[in-house]
């Protein structure tokens, strides 16, 4: 059973902090790591991916991987209260087409 | 603009009626993928399909049924709706199994 993990939340940050939002997932052979935002009430949408381990920064998001700890992190700079929703953690494992999803962390930034 | 689209976004039925819900693509993805989403539980995935006449079962696929008869359109029939399969349901479509997935609009359906 291919398991991903989030801390459910809610995470509050204040405006202008870095908010960081954490995954772990089960299958050591794991490939390719996505992270959406879902609003409430909307579908997710795509922040990013990535693939290998270290850092990928995108504007104010950069995703880290370390696929020997098992885990994927997406960090948020200068967080601004239209950056409160769920964050979800996707990940593709060894040998499978298909992803599987954490169940999301809220956050919240507060002004 | 290439989109993915849902239909119809909230629906009420019975329980025992069947029920389709549309998926329709525009950006020739072949992949396209069904979930519904439920509190406690995150996005599950029902079934999926690799192109024009495949189909997959995913992880909660008992009660649900698909077909793919050309690649722009993914509907997800529930045979016989059921009052645990009130959820909210969300189709998503890939270029290949390796890129990322873009999802639909969603439909929220309620079965009494």
């Known amino acids: 059973q291919k398991e991903v993990e989030q801390n459910s939340g809610p995470l509050s940050v204040p405006e202008g902090a870095i908010a960081s939002l954490n995954c772990t997932y089960s299958d050591r052979g794991s490939q390719s790591f996505f992270w959406y935002r879902q609003y409430s009430g909307k579908s997710p949408e795509l922040i990013m991916f990535i693939y290998s381990n270290g850092d990928k920064e995108d504007g104010r998001f950069t995703a880290q991987l370390n696929k020997a700890s098992q885990y994927v992190s997406l960090l948020i700079r200068d967080s601004q209260p239209s950056d409160s929703a769920t964050y979800l953690c996707?990940?593709?494992?060894?040998?499978?087409?298909?992803?599987?999803f954490g169940k999301g962390t809220m956050l919240l930034v507060s002004p | 603009d290439a989109e993915i689209t849902q239909s119809p976004r909230h629906k009420i039925t019975e329980t025992g009626r069947q029920v389709t819900l549309a998926c329709h693509q525009t950006?020739?993805?072949?992949?396209m993928f069904w979930y519904r989403q439920d509190l406690g539980h995150g996005l599950r995935l029902i079934h999926y399909s690799y192109g024009v006449q495949d189909t997959n079962k995913g992880e909660v696929s008992d009660g649900y049924s698909v077909s793919r008869s050309n690649t722009e359109d993914l509907p997800l029939t529930l045979e016989s709706a059921a009052s645990s399969q009130t959820s909210v349901y969300f189709c998503?479509?890939?270029?290949?199994?390796?890129?990322?997935?873009?999802f639909g609009p969603g439909t929220r359906l309620t079965v009494l």
């Open positions: 996707a990940v593709r494992g060894s040998g499978y087409s298909t992803l599987t």
């Open positions: 950006w020739n993805h072949n992949n």
């Open positions: 998503a479509s890939s270029v290949s199994s390796y890129n990322e997935q873009f």
